[in-house]
């Protein structure tokens, strides 16, 4: 008999190659017609980036458990609660980077409290409109039928700027996102 193995720890992700791998898979899906895995892939794709955006430019972190977050965005737990009263716990989703189209929001929300980091115009007006707004990772499962072209290329298009806007900060090396 052996002695049971206590659990690896997995290395620490790495959102920046995980997005580059999504984004290619998402256009060879695209290019089969496939868009069922195309559009969920696209998704992923714009998650990792988003992700590694947040970690190497914009001050989120890593938890124990590997699950970015931003320090910013987690309260600081509620000092003394009234009589009668329990205190409030800030549901883990309010900070911790998941998916989207939450994760853009939370994205928009870092950006504005970086005051002084550096993001372009450029970066600043990407994320003034959401265009995962009705995505959600759940749609891998559908049957394809609510999947438009449009949607799919919108996906696509916005996977492709957030890794864009990630490599000009990795080449400068200054972590400005134009």
């Not at 190659?17 to 898979?25: D, I, M, P, V």
């Not at 996977?159 to 900060?169: G, K, N, Q, S, V």
Request: charged share 15%; hydrophobic share 40%; glycine share 6%.
């Amino acid at each position: 008999m052996t002695a049971p193995k206590t659990p690896a720890i997995p290395p620490p992700p790495d959102f920046w190659a995980a997005g580059q791998n999504h984004y290619h898979a998402a256009k060879l899906a695209a290019d089969r017609r496939l868009p069922v895995s195309a559009d969920h892939l696209a998704g992923l794709a714009a998650e990792c980036a988003i992700k590694a955006i947040l970690l190497a430019c914009l001050g989120s972190q890593l938890n124990p458990k590997n699950k970015p977050f931003h320090p910013a965005l987690k309260q600081p737990p509620q000092q003394q609660p009234q009589a009668g009263q329990k205190a409030k716990q800030q549901h883990w989703s309010e900070y911790e980077h998941g998916h989207l189209p939450d994760l853009w929001a939370q994205l928009a929300e870092v950006v504005k409290l970086s005051a002084g980091r550096q993001v372009g115009p450029m970066f600043q007006q990407m994320l003034l409109q959401n265009p995962f707004h009705s995505w959600h990772v759940a749609a891998r499962y559908c049957n394809g039928t609510s999947i438009s072209t449009a949607d799919l290329q919108r996906h696509l298009r916005a996977a492709y700027d957030l890794i864009a806007a990630f490599e000009y900060a990795r080449q400068t090396g200054n972590g400005t996102l134009r």
